[in-house]
């Protein structure tokens, strides 16, 4: 019998390897960014068309390599980062594995151009799927330029997996926007289809942040600087008044390297603690230096998963010394001691006293000189015109309708209290009862009803932006004074390409400018909340859902928008409002799980309350 095990061919092993390290183009886009980093490279650039299906091309001036560096670059585990195992507790470079440009090479067509300042000549290597097919010296400025060509063109199921390419680009955009925020004292562009989309010059943390982000963030960032024995930390956070629904801008870069740890950033939100509702998120952009003995980075090709030595103490520092800042700028509310309660009175235009409609008082009158007429003394009474109508100021206390009524509603209440009686008031059984201002409590003949207002009202709202969606008969409430709203580069390609989406749920949005757009209606019913704030969390709501499930745009839409414009726990409903509530939400096709598909209806029958007393 033969053997069964045999070693795979390299140019198998390379494209296993690729699943890891390339799992969509921006993930190329991250590992040669970080190479040209590591090149000592002060300008680079990024081309890119149709999102890096078709090109994806970086252009440096950094070292460049010599032939036969060039050659070896392209070989699985070939590095100049590291000698020794020991070299990766001491690392300060962005790749060390030597993984990325074979991996990258064997899903692609490369082509690579590069040149030594000492070298007349630079050389040229064209690669397909790990198999070389060109190797020359060619003339070329000092530096490197790489063309990463139809990717996942020998892997098509593969690349029938990638997104959209407003998707695609947008990933490529948040790695782009990592590497240029890590390394503010180097230049970048990105150019997308022939259009210049960033042009960063060199500049320092703070220029880099409004760079990207917009002229607005000069005025919200606090900075953050702290140094001890274990960690030194700097960079911004942003004012709670500017915290957004979304998590977009919240950067942790560790020795400048971006990670994701959400025991690190549990501390920043604690640290914002009682300044910020639960569904809102700061922005920071946070450097942690410590020592590279003390961090293990070899964890995942991607290295954006950290292990650390104390991570407790990582915790408590960071804590720290966000509400330090929060406090030396004073961010966070203070107590006045110094001022008495006595001197706190409003502000009065005038010395005139505050006379009520329809009184007429006279200011020289003093109860306690009588007036004398014919030396007799009179009533000391001013002469006042009292309104015809002054028995209504008081007819919630004096009229005998009132009184009557309420007397009965307490007869009401008692005989719902009292067991002996049968017969009550079916006005009184049917009204629900808000507890806690959270869940409805409603009647049935087999017990009663538990209901979640919030996830009620977000079915209800569903099902009925659904509808109108899917006829184009969305109602919109055009606002007085249009609103503009500014999103980050990556948010805003979300909307582009979620505008007609959006629209069609009642909006009247429209484009105005690279980054920004006009509100110019709203959806009827939602006029009393911000926009703004809606369409952040309409565009959080779909990038969470696209994650966690593949939905269509206009059932993704429906349910962004009516997490957004459901009533929320703790708020106070009226009767007829609860009435309303849940005769619109047994009236859905779906009345017992939210568009999430938790429950929004529990039961407690009759047979469940006897057994809990015991009956």
Request: aromatic share 8%; net charge negative; glycine share 4%.
């Amino acid at each position: 019998m033969s053997n069964l095990i045999r070693l795979l061919p390299d140019a198998v092993a390379n494209q296993i390897a690729a699943g890891e390290v390339v799992q969509r183009p921006a993930s190329a886009v991250k590992e040669l960014l970080e190479n040209a980093i590591d090149a000592g490279a002060q300008s680079i650039k990024l081309l890119i068309k149709d999102a890096g299906r078709t090109l994806l091309q970086v252009i440096d001036d950094g070292s460049g390599m010599s032939e036969i560096d060039a050659r070896l670059s392209f070989e699985r585990h070939a590095t100049s980062k590291i000698q020794a195992a020991e070299d990766l507790f001491a690392l300060r470079t962005m790749g060390f594995r030597g993984e990325a440009l074979a991996s990258i090479a064997a899903v692609a067509q490369v082509e690579m151009k590069t040149r030594r300042a000492e070298d007349e000549l630079g050389i040229r290597i064209v690669i397909e799927g790990s198999e070389i097919k060109t190797q020359e010296p060619c003339a070329a400025p000092v530096g490197t330029s790489i063309a990463v060509k139809n990717l996942f063109f020998n892997i098509p199921a593969r690349r029938n997996f990638l997104k959209s390419d407003g998707v695609e680009f947008r990933h490529i955009l948040e790695e782009f926007e990592r590497i240029a925020l890590a390394h503010p004292d180097r230049a970048f562009s990105l150019t997308h289809n022939n259009t210049e989309v960033y042009r960063l010059e060199k500049a320092i943390l703070r220029q880099r942040i409004v760079a990207l982000y917009g002229s607005p963030y000069n005025q919200r960032l606090v900075p953050v600087q702290e140094e001890t024995d274990i960690l030194r930390i700097t960079g911004f956070i942003g004012k709670p008044e500017f915290a957004k629904k979304t998590r977009g801008e919240q950067f942790f870069f560790l020795n400048t390297r971006f990670i994701k740890n959400s025991y690190l950033h549990h501390a920043i939100q604690t640290a914002f603690e009682q300044l910020l509702p639960t569904d809102s998120y700061p922005s920071y952009f946070l450097f942690l230096d410590v020592d590279p003995r003390t961090i293990d980075v070899n964890i995942h090709p991607t290295k954006t998963e950290v292990k650390f030595e104390d991570e407790r103490a990582m915790y408590a520092i960071i804590r720290s010394a966000v509400k330090r800042a929060l406090g030396q700028y004073n961010i966070t509310p203070s107590l006045d001691f110094e001022q008495e309660m006595s001197i706190d009175i409003p502000y009065r235009p005038s010395d005139k006293p505050i006379q009520q409609p329809g009184i007429t008082v006279d200011p020289t009158f003093n109860p306690f000189e009588p007036k004398v007429k014919s030396g007799t003394a009179v009533s000391s009474t001013p002469k006042e015109k009292i309104p015809a109508n002054w028995q209504d100021l008081y007819q919630n206390y004096f009229n005998p309708q009132t009184q009557t009524e309420q007397q009965t509603e307490q007869q009401v209440i008692h005989s719902d209290l009292d067991e002996g009686t049968d017969e009550r008031p079916a006005k009184n059984i049917s009204d629900p009862y808000q507890l806690h201002q959270r869940y409805i409590l409603t009647h049935i003949k087999s017990g009663f009803l538990i209901i979640d207002q919030q996830r009620a009202h977000e079915r209800i709202l569903y099902e009925r932006y659904l509808r109108v969606a899917e006829n184009h008969q969305a109602p919109s409430q055009q606002v007085l004074f249009p609103e503009t709203v500014e999103f980050s580069m990556s948010d805003s390609g979300l909307m582009i390409s979620l505008l007609d989406a959006i629209n069609s749920l009642g909006f009247d949005v429209r484009p105005f400018g690279q980054q920004s757009f006009v509100v110019h209606g709203v959806p009827a019913g939602t006029e009393e909340y911000d926009a703004h704030q809606m369409l952040e969390g309409i565009l959080e709501t779909h990038k969470n859902s696209d994650q966690e499930i593949k939905l269509n745009v206009q059932d993704s839409m429906a349910r962004a928008l009516a997490r957004q414009a459901a009533i929320k726990s703790g708020r106070a409903l009226s009767i007829p409002e609860m009435r309303v509530l849940v005769d619109e939400l047994f009236a859905c096709s779906l009345p017992y799980h939210a568009p999430d598909g938790k429950p929004t209806v529990s039961t407690f029958g009759m047979d469940e309350l006897d057994r809990r007393f015991k009956r």
